[in-house]
């Protein structure tokens, strides 16, 4: 599918990067320590994301509405800056004005939002997730887009949970029942996964 509207819609264009839960206070039970192995992971993400941008790779932020109704997600972004914690991660992850935005009412970014008409309207097929919590939001996320046949990338670095060893079994659960690439930010090509679906689509 291509848009002449739309600048990230070619014909070889087929991945997204989804940023889950990333956006948020951390002000929670048990979020000190979500926090302490979420920042490394934005700092990698946000490299990633500027390596995304320069391929024109779309970003799409999937956050949770906080029980909230009419929340907006620009509103969520000035509401988490307010707070320490909140702050730290907005810096790093501003969301720009390319950028996609869905509101989430549970775990899975796919349950009851429209994520899986965004991702058809940009024609994805490669899905890269990251965010937080690994052991949470992250692999509900996986295991649902597993299931529509999405091909999983899952960078080890740029994905956090409440402790390393959580993080590392719901990773090492990724990477075995959903057949996802975890191969860390720092070594993923963007550019081949980009085209990686070009030939199937001609």
């Known amino acids: 599918m291509t848009s002449n509207n739309n600048p990230h819609v070619h014909d070889y264009q087929h991945v997204a990067i989804l ?5 948020s206070d951390y002000d929670f039970v048990d ?3 979500l926090f302490k192995h979420t920042v ?5 993400l946000a490299e990633l994301k500027k390596k995304a941008q320069q391929l024109e790779i779309p970003v799409l932020y999937v956050n949770d509405n906080y029980g909230k109704w009419q929340s907006d997600f620009p509103g969520i972004v000035d509401e988490m800056r307010q707070s320490e914690r909140g702050k730290k991660i907005v ?3 501003e969301p ?4 996609y935005f869905i509101l989430k009412p549970q775990y899975s970014a796919f349950f009851m939002t429209p994520l899986e008409l965004l991702l058809e309207y940009l024609n994805v097929k490669s899905l890269i997730i990251a965010g937080v919590a690994g ?6 996320t996986a295991n649902d887009a597993f299931m529509r046949d999405y091909k999983l990338y899952i960078p080890s670095d740029c994905v956090a949970s409440n402790s390393s060893e959580e993080n590392d079994e719901a990773l090492h659960l990724m990477e075995r029942v959903l057949k996802a690439d975890t191969t860390p930010s720092t070594k993923l090509d963007l550019e081949k996964i980009k085209y990686e679906w070009r030939n199937e689509s001609n």
Do not use: Q, R, S, Y
Not at 19 to 23: A, E, H, P, R, T
Not at 96 to 99: A, G, I, M, R
Not at 135 to 140: A, E, P, Q, T
């Open 96 to 99: 720009v004005e390319t950028d």
């Open 31 to 33: 979020g000190e320590k």
């Open 40 to 44: 490394p992971a934005a700092e990698n």
């Open 135 to 140: 052991n949470m939001c992250v692999h509900f």
């Open 91 to 93: 810096d790093l992850l």
């Open 19 to 23: 940023l889950v839960d990333m956006i």
